[in-house]
Structure formats: structure tokens, C-alpha cells
């Protein structure tokens, strides 16, 4: 449509095309933007450009950083013999915000979907497989997502990682805390039940 | 917080300032936008600068345009004798969008809030008032919106308007079209109500 300017249009289409933004959302940005101070226009644009151009794969871990190794992995409190392998940065991100996971991670940038086309060779596992050769390490725990995808990707990890002796767990699912048995689904309510320990 | 390098952090905060977007959405962009191709973000920051640098009030209706004088008010096929006044920009091409309305506009950049502290200074109300003035005009419409601030303002506009001798006229409120009675509020139903015509 053309009822705004040109340079309008065009920064409505462009926010638009980014996820969870739609033609009315993006439209209400772009007023936004056209009157927002210039210094703050600049600061936001260079942000992007910035975080596109500077941020790149830790080179033992694979997380997005903007140094060569990221600040888990150069850290030597850390317990580096333990490694939680994660689907994403903002995974990686959730266990660090519980302050109580010690270890270090491996973030696989995706979860294997035969849905979507994506293969083992698609996520960063060839590098995992190289550091568990490499380093010494005790445990890889599987924190891929409770989904089919990140099942599937677990499932096919672990039969990685088994024949090197190396122990292999899976984080638990189950019933979240604070969670009410009536309004959950029945996948979550028998993978609990199996799950189920001794008190 | 610290999860995430410095870049993406950057780029989360100045996200998140954006109206509509939280931290969670902001996260969710900044990290969709570090695995976007570089010509793509290249093209998503300049369309920013650009709108922000280039886009400017029409010299004559005040809505924002890449030209001096915008698309409609150069349009010598328009009657140039009928204004509508609009609060903003979307407003404007909401009436644009249904293609039956041949006046031009004016657009007020907001509307009367003695909350907000917006008087009559602070609005393109002085730019309508020296069209008018300057122009042969029939009739002002006012499209202000059927707001507390927008009736304040269509109010002060009309006061104004009257005493040069022109036309004021001011767009119907009522049961929207395919409204359901039932769930329509109170004022609106008194309002359809007082502004009932024959049949």
C-alpha cells in the first residue's frame, strides 16, 4: 500500500519481516521510530549492526559471544568435566539464571527435525563429539527441549556419547513445580509417573 | 543481567524500549537478528536511519511525507476545499484506505490531554488555523478520534472554526457497522442514539 511515504513503507516492511511483528505492530514501530530523538535512532541502529557484525560462536562451546572463548568456558571455577548440552544461547541463559549449574555447556544452535529438514549434520554436534575426544570429561547432561525434536535429538546423543563410556544423562520431566495435575496434559502426567522416585 | 555478551545485550535493551516489544519478545528479535544474513540487517538498520533522517512534516497538512509537499496535497485532483482533521498519520490513511474521500487533511500530531498536559500549543492547530486563513475553504471536517481527548479537541477545533464562517462538521459516532448491539458499551449506544437520522 501506499498511503505513507516511501521511507515509511520501507521500514514497516523490513520490521515487519522479523518474528512475532505484524503489519499493524510494525506500523505503530515506525511511527515510533520516525519520532524518536536521532541519537536514540542511531544507538539502535548501530545495536544491530553491531551485535551482527561482533558476536560470533564461542570456540569451545559454540554459544554467541563477542570473544573468542566465551566468559563460562574461560572461567576455571567452572566444573569443565561436566558438560550440559542445550538447544540455544537463551537455554543455556534459563540454567544460568538458576546461579547453581557449576558446569560448563554445549549449545547445539537447533534440535534435529526430520519435519522441518533438519539432520544431525545441521546442529553443532560434530563439535561436541570433538570435545568429548578431546577433554577429559565425567558427564554430558542432555538439556535439549522436552519437545519431539529436542526427544529426538536427545535420544540420538546419548547413543553418541554411550560407547565412549562417558556418562550420559537426561534432565527429568515431569509435573512442574507448582504445577496443578488437573490441567496437565497426559504426556507430562506418565512421563512423571515413570519418572517417579523414592522418598 | 549478564547471560549474554555485551552486544546482544545492547541490542535486547534498546529492542525493549521500542513500544509493544518486552524483554522476552526483545530477546527473542536480538537473537533472530545475529543469525540473519549481513545484507538483510544492513538493510533493516538503514531503513531506520533513513525514515528517521528523510521523513518530514508536509509543508502544508503537517502528516509526514519524503516530499515537501506530500502525494495529497500536490494531487490537483483532490478538492483542496474540504479539509479533514486527523490526530496522526495512520489515522489519515485509514480514511485513505477506503478510497471514497477526495478532500485533503490535516493532521494534528496528537490531540488535546489536560492529563498528559497536551494543550492547543502543542498540536498543528496554529498550521490549520493559518490555512485556513489563507486558503478558500468550505468545510473542516473533524476526525479527531471518539476519545475523551479526541471530542476535547474536536471541541476547541470547532469553537475556533465557527467564528470565520466556515463550514465545521464532525464524522459520526455510533454502533460501528456489524456491531452487535448486546456487547456495544453505554455511551456509544446513547451517542447512536442522540445521533439517529430519518429513514
Known sequence: MNLYSGHINKLIE???S???IGDKSAGRLAFHIVHMPKDRVTRLASAI???REHVHHCKVCCTLTDDEICPICA????DHRTIMVVENTRDQAAYEKTGKYNGVYHVLHGAISPMLGIGPGDIRLAELMKR???DDVDEVIIA???SLEGETTAMYISKLVKPTGIRCTRIASGVPVGGDLEYID???LLRALEGRTEV
Chains 1, 2 share one sequence.
Request: net charge negative.
Open 132 to 134: 568429548l575426544a578431546a
Open 18 to 20: 522479523l518474528p512475532g
Open 49 to 51: 549492526t553491531d551485535a
Open 144 to 146: 535439549t527441549n522436552s
Open 186 to 188: 497426559e504426556v507430562t
Open 14 to 16: 523490513e520490521l515487519a
Open 75 to 78: 572461567n576455571k571455577d567452572r
